[in-house]
């Protein structure tokens, strides 16, 4: 995937937003449960979320770890394991940090059943942004590149019948 000087350019002011904005929900959702069952209450949940992320990703993370080793003994690439590993590995940072906002998404990375839908999203974003990356008119994508591949094809295995000719492509090919 290819990203212009402008999309690095964006790229740490809009992640120091996204957390700024996320520290000060955060803040704002504890000061309301706080409010609604005590301060006593709040701090409890949030010692049990981080001792339930704690264990979920110890638990999580042992399956995901185990099916990306199976992956790579069995020879294949581990694509869906290896993101299943990532997002235990932030689902349960994501736990273990105090908030309610943080340990709602850590939860789903974290469970099976909301962590396939979560890989399929985040699948569907990377996708979304590939393709709108290889847009047509923009540069340094894939469609810009020339469609003529210069080249030369030669088979260089003797041919024993006579009914098999030697193939030999020489000049410009279209793709």
Known sequence: MTFSNRSYRLLLPSLVIIF??????????LTVVGSWIG????????????????????SQGSKSWQALVGAYEAGRIPTGQL???ALVLTGGVM???PGFFTDIIGLAFLLPPTRHLARKGIG??????????NLPGRTGGANSASKV???????????????????IISGDVEA
Do not use: M, N, Y
Request: aromatic share 10%; hydrophobic share 60%; no cysteine.
């Open 20 to 29: 700024v904005l996320v520290s000060v929900a955060e803040v704002w959702l």
């Open 83 to 85: 993101a299943d590993a």
């Open 124 to 133: 569907w974003l990377v996708a979304h942004s590939a393709w709108r990356a």
């Open 39 to 58: 301060i006593g209450w709040t701090l409890t949940i949030l010692v049990a979320e981080a001792f339930l992320g704690a264990w979920l990703l110890r």
């Open 95 to 97: 736990l273990i940090l």
């Open 149 to 167: 591949v210069p080249g030369e094809v030669v088979d260089s295995q003797p041919s024993t019948s006579p009914s098999s000719p030697e193939v």
